[in-house]
């Protein structure tokens, strides 16, 4: 059980285009899921959090008309990477926790995203 | 703000021996203390997690303590395997955020 996954795993686009990344649990309602990034050799570091049915709230520093995550149903997250520029290359990760009081939070397997 | 403090940075243990791994926190009011085992290329998988109403929680070869005085909580890991070898992150977070503070992260090398 708790599976998340995400799609694609990985994508190359050219600088100025956007690219929709998709984070899905499996096998359980998500009510919250979390975006995070990850560079080379680096911790994981927040960049949302986005609730079933409300508007993401995006840490410091994250720029919300540049990373618009849409979060439409329990079981699924979106981030869409606008304008894309070389510095967005990294790797993003979403992780899902249930509604039902747990604190778990299971991550997806990632999307490498390098913008040449 | 909240931060979490991992070390070493690097383990290297023969196969067989045992490795531990320390994190400190910063917010008391952090509930919640999981630990991720990360694969390069992967996502972090749970591998245990420990609520701060316990003071120890085992499963295997793989062990937890808290010590809520102090804020620390450290992983152990027992009979250590080459398949172990991985990137180990801490993490502490509160009930009414849920957000994971991730500590910088530990990697562990197992030789044969």
């Known amino acids: 059980g708790a599976v998340v996954s995400q799609h694609p795993s990985w994508v190359i686009c050219k600088s100025g285009t956007s690219v929709k990344i998709e984070c899905r649990s499996l096998?359980?309602?998500?009510?919250?899921m979390f975006w995070y990034r990850q560079f080379p050799k680096q911790s994981l570091m927040l960049m949302a959090t986005?609730?079933?049915?409300?508007?993401?709230?995006?840490e410091q520093g994250v720029e919300k008309d540049k990373f618009l995550i849409n979060h439409a149903s329990l079981t699924l997250s979106t981030l869409t990477v606008t304008s894309a520029h070389p510095e967005d290359s990294s790797f993003y990760i979403c992780?899902?926790?249930?509604?039902?009081?747990?604190?778990?939070?299971?991550f997806g397997p990632g999307t490498r995203l390098t913008v040449t | 703000g909240e931060n979490v403090e991992q070390h070493p940075s690097t383990l290297s243990v023969q196969e067989g021996d045992s490795a531990v791994i320390k994190c400190t926190y910063s917010?008391?009011?952090?509930?919640?203390f999981p630990w991720y085992k990360q694969e390069l290329g992967k996502g972090p998988q749970l591998i245990i997690d420990?609520?701060?109403?316990?003071g120890e929680k085992k499963d295997q070869r793989i062990a937890v303590t808290l010590n809520k005085t102090a804020k620390h909580f450290s992983l152990h890991i027992t009979e250590t395997q080459p398949e172990d070898s991985a990137v180990y992150f801490c993490?502490?977070?509160?009930?009414?955020?849920?957000?994971?503070?991730f500590g910088q992260g530990t990697t562990l090398q197992v030789k044969p």
């Open positions: 992780s899902a926790q249930s509604g039902t009081g747990g604190f778990e939070q299971y």
């Open positions: 096998d359980f309602q998500a009510t919250t």
């Open positions: 986005s609730n079933e049915g409300s508007k993401a709230t995006y």
């Open positions: 917010d008391s009011a952090s509930n919640y």
């Open positions: 420990i609520r701060s109403n316990v």
């Open positions: 993490a502490a977070s509160r009930a009414d955020t849920g957000k994971l503070i």
